[in-house]
């Protein structure tokens, strides 16, 4: 599985962008995908994340109600829209594919290489 991030970039605060992340590959074995975000200095944390069947969908608390992370089945492609930016969303933001296995130590995860997203206040 491939993945390729676009869409980041720098916003004021406030503002919006919009994350897509495109699959290519054996996309039929993901499971779920997902967006984490890393911030200089900061461990990689989870932001959204969503499964490729039901289209179940969680968030990190701090990013509720301003994020809204979708995707397209038919593309292979996720989003990630983002309102009401804020400085501390400043990082680079990484799409994640998880294809299950018969236990969770033997899931396989995929990323992408990353996207700057840039928050001016």
């Known amino acids: 599985v491939q993945l390729v991030e676009s869409g980041g970039g720098l916003v004021q605060a406030g503002g919006s962008l919009r994350l897509s992340c495109a699959a290519s590959g054996s996309t039929f074995s993901i499971n779920a995908m997902g967006w984490y975000r890393q911030a200089p200095g900061k461990q990689r944390e989870l932001v959204a994340q969503?499964?490729?069947?039901?289209?179940?969908?969680n968030y990190a608390d701090s990013v509720k109600g301003r994020f809204t992370i979708s995707r397209d089945n038919a593309k292979n492609t996720m989003y990630l829209q983002m309102n009401s930016l804020k400085p501390e969303d400043t990082a680079v933001y990484y799409c994640?594919?998880?294809?299950?296995?018969?236990?969770?130590?033997?899931?396989?995860?995929?990323w992408g290489q990353g996207t700057q997203v840039t928050v001016s206040s």
């Open positions: 969503i499964t490729t069947g039901g289209g179940t969908t």
């Open positions: 994640n594919a998880r294809s299950d296995a018969h236990t969770p130590e033997e899931d396989e995860y995929y």
